[in-house]
């Protein structure tokens, strides 16, 4: 076996100027954080006029079939809970997870959350079932649609499939 000399190491090759990029690359973002608001755990059940008869497991089940055929993964929430949805969102901030979020009744009044979704660092796509610009007035502004990549809304448990569709185009760009 030859035996290399010691000693003779060529020095390093000057280290190349990084310019604006962040240290390390971002991990391939290949979960995508399905995240629900108050109320939409009542889904099945709750104003089944409006929302339709799947409950959000059904949907989980659906997203999940259809995330996998895309080659992702899905993990879906709900809370009721403001400062619960507000902590996602700061994780998929750091984990660089693309996110599809129905606000729920928080779309229109908190500003808590969509400042926290100002902070994104992956594909955000808000969904929802109904179509609220049909509905009451005040269910006809969205506080978090400026911050999002785009809306989904009016096709029921179909916005989240066409929003994980939105979703996998934007993370191919
Ligand atoms: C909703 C519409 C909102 O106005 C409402 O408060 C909801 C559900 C939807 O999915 O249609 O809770 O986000």
Do not use: K
């Not at 902070?119 to 978090?144: D, I, K, W």
């Amino acid at each position: 076996m030859a035996v290399q000399p010691r000693g003779d190491h060529q020095p390093e090759p000057p280290a190349q100027p990084r310019g604006d990029y962040p240290a390390e690359p971002p991990a391939p973002a290949t979960t995508v954080l399905i995240l629900n608001g108050p109320n939409l755990g009542r889904l099945g059940s709750r104003q089944p006029e409006i929302y339709g008869s799947a409950t959000l497991a059904d949907i989980e089940a659906a997203c999940a079939a259809l995330a996998s055929r895309l080659g992702l993964s899905v993990d879906v929430r709900q809370t009721d809970d403001e400062a619960e949805l507000i902590g996602w969102i700061h994780e998929a901030a750091d984990r660089r997870l693309p996110v599809v979020l129905n606000p729920a009744a928080f779309t229109h009044y908190s500003y808590a959350l969509r400042d926290a979704l100002a902070m994104r660092t992956a594909p955000l796509v808000e969904v929802h079932l109904s179509n609220p610009a049909a509905r009451e007035t005040f269910r006809h502004f969205s506080v978090v649609s400026a911050v999002a990549d785009g809306t989904i809304a009016g096709f029921g448990p179909q916005s989240y499939e066409l929003a994980i569709r939105a979703v996998a185009r934007l993370l191919c760009r």
